[in-house]
């Protein structure tokens, strides 16, 4: 499966669940890391716990690899590494404090609506 159909894939998992604030970075251009670095925010540790088995769920089922996950016990910042994509899942406080985005401003965002 292409990196752009899996990241179409995640956002819906993500928006399935109400994840909040949902960014896609295309890192292409910037890292050898990934594609794709999709980064949502969640409520509570149940809803992020949820966001994650979501996303795990409807990848897994289109034949996507889940190479790792970090953080899922704990759930104030999950990370699903899918290869080409990565899904970045922060409760508020932390989002605030990592600012991904900020690192990653040298990628490209795209709208999350413009991905499906």
């Known amino acids: 499966m292409k990196s752009n159909e899996m990241a179409k894939l995640a956002v819906a998992a993500l928006e399935d669940k109400k994840a909040e604030d949902i960014r896609v970075i ?28 979501n996303v795990q769920e409807k990848l897994e089922r289109e034949g996507c690899h889940l190479r790792q996950v ?38 490209k965002q795209i709208d999350p609506n413009d991905i499906k």
């Open 26 to 53: 295309d890192i292409s251009q910037v890292s050898v890391l990934a594609d794709y670095f999709i980064i949502a925010g969640g409520a509570n540790t149940n809803q992020i716990q949820a966001l994650s088995d």
């Open 70 to 107: 970090e953080g899922y016990r704990t759930a104030n910042w999950i990370l699903l590494d899918f290869g080409d994509v990565i899904i970045h899942i922060f409760d508020r406080e932390n989002r605030l404090l990592y600012d991904l985005e900020r690192i990653w401003r040298d990628g």
